[in-house]
């Protein structure tokens, strides 16, 4: 089996800025179709993409919990507005 280099810092950088370039559906679509090959620039592959996931999980929850803050202080306006609560 033959050993590969490691990837330096340079080849990462060159790779991160391809892997923005296509977006998390193209870098999906051509690690499954086995474009990167090297299992060093696979890795980093899955590793992009799972930074990608959980900034857009991160996104989706406080955005949710701005929904939420925000429907709860339209229901107590309106609660007090009709003199509900005082």
């Not at 592959?45 to 709860?72: F, H, K, P, S, Y």
């Amino acid at each position: 089996m033959i050993e590969e280099d490691p990837l330096t810092a340079r080849w990462k950088r060159k790779l991160r800025r391809e892997f923005k370039r296509l977006g998390r559906g193209g870098v999906r679509d051509k690690l499954h179709s086995g474009g990167y090959g090297v299992a060093s620039r696979a890795d980093l592959a899955r590793q992009w993409l799972r930074e990608q996931e959980e900034a857009g999980d991160r996104l989706a929850r406080l955005t949710l919990d701005a929904a939420v803050i925000a429907a709860t202080i339209g229901v107590i306006s309106l609660l007090v507005m009709l003199g509900i609560i005082k």
